[in-house]
């Protein structure tokens, strides 16, 4: 069993940034690939970025690209989401995801835990 904390949400102006952490309890996060989610009202959700157990694989959705950066810190079992460069269409709940593989993926039907996610606004 996997439980996911996610910390670090916030309500932030347009241009800003912030950071999302997500902590995961198990002995063998190293070996998981790590993915981040996001559901905006009224939407379905949506993949965001995803990272390799390795941490040298990490696919972005388009609509981040340049913007977002994931990373990971296997020591602290913890998986980041620096935010810069945030727009109101940003807004969403944010959901970090565990793989129990190691390659990355886009999927959610390929994650197998889940956070309860951490509220993301941005103001115009």
């Known amino acids: 069993q996997v439980q996911l904390v996610e910390s670090g949400g916030g309500l932030v102006q347009a241009g800003g940034s912030l950071r999302l952490s997500c902590a995961a309890s198990?002995?063998?996060?190293?070996?998981?690939?790590m993915g981040w989610f996001r559901q905006a009202p009224g939407k379905e959700r949506e993949f965001v970025a995803a990272?390799?157990?390795?941490?040298?694989?990490?696919p972005y959705a388009d609509s981040v690209k340049g913007r977002f950066t994931i990373s990971r810190d296997n020591a602290k079992r913890t998986v980041y989401l620096q935010m810069n460069s945030l727009k109101p269409e940003d807004t969403a709940m944010y959901y970090c995801?565990?793989?129990?593989?190691?390659?990355?993926?886009?999927?959610?039907?390929?994650?197998?835990?889940w956070g309860q996610g951490t509220q993301v606004t941005v103001s115009s």
């Open positions: 995801a565990a793989r129990l593989r190691a390659n990355a993926a886009s999927l959610q039907a390929h994650y197998n835990y």
């Open positions: 990272l390799s157990a390795s941490g040298d694989i990490a």
């Open positions: 198990g002995r063998t996060f190293s070996t998981y690939a």
